[in-house]
C-alpha cells in the first residue's frame, strides 16, 4: 500500500501560562468596561466622547476573541492546532495555557460524529466516547473488539473468530493529518488482518503435528497479527500494545459435524494407545510366564491366550469371565 506521509514529526508547542493571559483578559476587559461608563457619564466633549466609546468597544472585542486562546489539556490528552490552514503544533502536557486565539483545534472524528445520521456498527466496540474529547485526541491507552466474524480458514471450513486489540495513540499530529478517521482506519485494518491470519491457518491439526493452527497456536498467530496489524497502522500514529484471538470456533452450520470428526479422531486415538498398551502387557504375561516356568504353551495356546488377553484389555465394556472345568480337548 503507497501511502503519502504528510506530517511525520509533530511540533510539541511551548506556550504562555495561562493563568497569567487570564488576568490579563480580565483587566482589559474591565478597562473596557470601564471606558465606556466614563465616555458615557464623563466626557462632555463630543470628540472625545466618540474615541472613547470606539476603544471601549474595539478593546472589548479584541478581549472576548482573546479568551478564545485559553485551552486546558488534561493528562493523557492531547490538541492539534491549525493556524489560517497550516499545522501550527500540538500540545500534550496537561495543563492550563494560552495560544494564538486564532488557532482551531483539530479532530475530524468528533465532527464526524456529531454529524452522523446513521449508528455506528455494532459489530465493533471502542472504549472511548468521542463525543465527550472536544476536538482533543485521547492519548489513553484503548480497546477496540473486533468481534466475531465469519470467514474460511486455510482448508476451506467457514469459522467464526473474534479480536481484540489493545492500542493508543503514540502520534496525536499523524493520527489526525495523516488519516480521515483514526479508529475506522485501526477496525477496517484490524478486519484485513483477522481474515488473512484465518486463512492462512487450518482450525486444527492432528496430534503432533509442528504446523501453526488456530486452535492450538493462538498465541503465536495473535503474535503475528500484532506485528502485521503494527505496521499497517504506523503512519497513522497509532502504537499497538496487544492483540488476542477472544473467540474461535467452527461456523454453526459445519459445527456438529466437526464435532462428530473431532469425537472420531479422540476415539481412534484413545484406541490406538489401549491397543498399543495392551500389546505391550500381553508379551510381557508370556515373558514372564515362560521365564519362571508356570506353564508350558505351546503355539495354539499361545494364541488363544493371547486373544483372550487382548479382547480383555481392548474392551470397552466389562468382560464376563467363563471358567471351563473340563479339559480343553
Given amino acids: 500500500m503507497n501511502t503519502k506521509i504528510i506530517f511525520e514529526h509533530e511540533k510539541e508547542l511551548q506556550?504562555?501560562?495561562?493563568?497569567?493571559?487570564?488576568?490579563?483578559?480580565?483587566?482589559?476587559?474591565s478597562a473596557s468596561i470601564f471606558l465606556f461608563i466614563w465616555g458615557l457619564t464623563s466626557v462632555d466633549n463630543g470628540f472625545l466622547f466618540g474615541i472613547?466609546?470606539?476603544?471601549?468597544?474595539?478593546?472589548?472585542?479584541l478581549t472576548c476573541i482573546g479568551f478564545a486562546g485559553l485551552k486546558v489539556i488534561n493528562p493523557n490528552e492531547a490538541l492539534v492546532l491549525a493556524?489560517?490552514?497550516n499545522y501550527h503544533g500540538t500540545l500534550k502536557t496537561?495543563?492550563?495555557?494560552?495560544?494564538n486565539p486564532f488557532c482551531t483545534a483539530i479532530n475530524p472524528i468528533t465532527k464526524?460524529?456529531?454529524?452522523?445520521?446513521?449508528?455506528?456498527?455494532?459489530?465493533v466496540q471502542f472504549s472511548i466516547d468521542i463525543t465527550n474529547l472536544d476536538n482533543k485526541v485521547s492519548l489513553k491507552t484503548l480497546t477496540l473488539n473486533n468481534q466475531k466474524q465469519k470467514v474460511n480458514d486455510l482448508l476451506g471450513n467457514p469459522i467464526e473468530i473474534g479480536t481484540i486489540v489493545i492500542?493508543?495513540?503514540?502520534?496525536?499530529?499523524?493520527?489526525?493529518?495523516?488519516?480521515e478517521n483514526y479508529l475506522e482506519f485501526l477496525s477496517i485494518q484490524c478486519d484485513a488482518i483477522t481474515r488473512n491470519a484465518a486463512r492462512?491457518?487450518?482450525?486444527?491439526t492432528s496430534e503432533g503435528s509442528d504446523e501453526f493452527s488456530l486452535r492450538g497456536s493462538s498465541q503465536e498467530v495473535a503474535d503475528i497479527m500484532e506485528a502485521e496489524l503494527q505496521e499497517k497502522v504506523a503512519h497513522a500514529g497509532i502504537e499497538i500494545i496487544e492483540v488476542r484471538i477472544t473467540h474461535l470456533s467452527y461456523a454453526p452450520e459445519i459445527a456438529s459435524a466437526m464435532l462428530q470428526r473431532q469425537q472420531a479422531a479422540a476415539i481412534i486415538d484413545a484406541r490406538q494407545k489401549i491397543v498399543e498398551g495392551a500389546v505391550g502387557m500381553v508379551d510381557m504375561a508370556l515373558v514372564k510366564l515362560s521365564e519362571n516356568n508356570i506353564v508350558e504353551l505351546d503355539e495354539e495356546r499361545k494364541a488363544a491366550m493371547v486373544s483372550n488377553l487382548l479382547v480383555v484389555l481392548c474392551s470397552n465394556k466389562d468382560t464376563q469371565p467363563i471358567v471351563n472345568s473340563g479339559s480343553l480337548y
Avoid: H, R
Avoid at 506556550?15 to 476587559?29: E, H, P, R, W
Avoid at 472613547?52 to 472585542?61: E, K, M, R
Avoid at 492500542?167 to 488519516?179: E, P, R
Fill in 94 to 99: 496537561s495543563g492550563f495555557y494560552y495560544v
Fill in 52 to 61: 472613547s466609546i470606539l476603544v471601549s468597544v474595539v478593546c472589548f472585542f
Fill in 83 to 85: 493556524l489560517f490552514g
Fill in 167 to 179: 492500542f493508543k495513540i503514540a502520534n496525536a499530529t499523524q493520527a489526525v493529518l495523516n488519516v
Fill in 200 to 204: 492462512c491457518y487450518p482450525y486444527d
Fill in 112 to 123: 464526524q460524529t456529531k454529524n452522523a445520521t446513521i449508528k455506528p456498527d455494532e459489530a
Fill in 15 to 29: 506556550q504562555k501560562n495561562g493563568f497569567i493571559m487570564l488576568f490579563v483578559l480580565l483587566g482589559a476587559l
